[in-house]
């Protein structure tokens, strides 16, 4: 069983469309993330969400909009898609309440290739 | 903020030789220190860590000692494995529980048999 789940896997896109990835995690944990990683392997954070709310809001282009229904979903639609797109993004989940190790779980990455 | 700087990659070394990857940060307070490790084509996963002062973490062979009098997280193994081919890095979290994990650059390393 997956911990954290994101699909899809694999997203090639034309500039100027919208697209949307989303993420999943079964561990009970409160607080979800999003990282960008680019082709050099460094790892930036994005958004992060406790319970449903928006806790870190990095310097994004607003043409990223996340979205929690719910603490074990966390989307991240993306607008106007720009080459600048193109990177692996990853999610990631935390428990930070019930003892928090400040361990992330991360799930297996969405490669983005904006053309 | 925090910080965290890892040695520059890539590396590449020889089966069995000896690894070590370089890490310092900066931070307030007294943060947690991790190595993550990404194999090809995979997420991060967690490799080690400690919470304090002195604490050896360690895994799989590999071990890093927490140093708050010279703020590093080195990432150590005496003889490595083609398949400790990843990206390593190196991560630290403080401050509030709902704090984000800041990660260094990442160190490329490849094992050649």
């Known amino acids: 069983d997956t911990a954290v789940s994101q699909t899809p896997k694999y997203l090639v896109t034309q500039m100027g469309n919208d697209k949307s990835i989303k993420c999943e995690q079964n561990?009970?944990?409160?607080?979800m993330y999003w990282y960008k990683q680019d082709s050099k392997k460094f790892l930036k954070i994005m958004f992060s969400?406790?319970?449903?709310?928006?806790?870190i809001n990095e310097t994004v282009p607003n043409r990223f909009s996340p979205k929690s229904p719910d603490k074990a979903h966390l989307n991240l639609h993306i607008n106007s898609l720009e080459l600048g797109d193109s990177a692996v993004y990853f999610c990631?989940?935390?428990?930070?309440?019930?003892?928090?190790?400040?361990?992330?779980?991360f799930g297996e990455g969405s490669r983005l290739t904006v053309l | 903020g925090n910080s965290v700087t890892q040695m520059e990659g890539p590396v590449t070394l020889s089966e069995e030789a000896f690894l070590t990857i370089n890490c310092t940060y900066t931070?307030?307070?007294?943060?947690?220190l991790f190595w993550y490790v990404q194999y090809p084509g995979e997420g991060l996963q967690l490799l080690l860590k400690?919470?304090?002062?002195?604490d050896k973490g360690s895994n799989k062979g590999f071990e890093a000692t927490y140093r708050k009098e010279t703020t590093s997280f080195h990432l150590e193994k005496g003889s490595v494995q083609v398949s400790d081919s990843a990206v390593y890095f190196c991560?630290?979290?403080?401050?509030?529980?709902?704090?984000?994990?800041?990660f260094g650059q990442g160190t490329i390393l490849t094992v050649h048999p």
């Open positions: 990631a989940s935390r428990a930070t309440s019930g003892g928090d190790t400040g361990e992330l779980f």
């Open positions: 561990l009970g944990h409160d607080t």
């Open positions: 969400y406790n319970n449903k709310e928006l806790i």
């Open positions: 931070a307030t307070g007294y943060p947690s």
């Open positions: 400690a919470t304090k002062a002195d």
């Open positions: 991560a630290l979290s403080g401050g509030t529980s709902y704090g984000k994990l800041t």
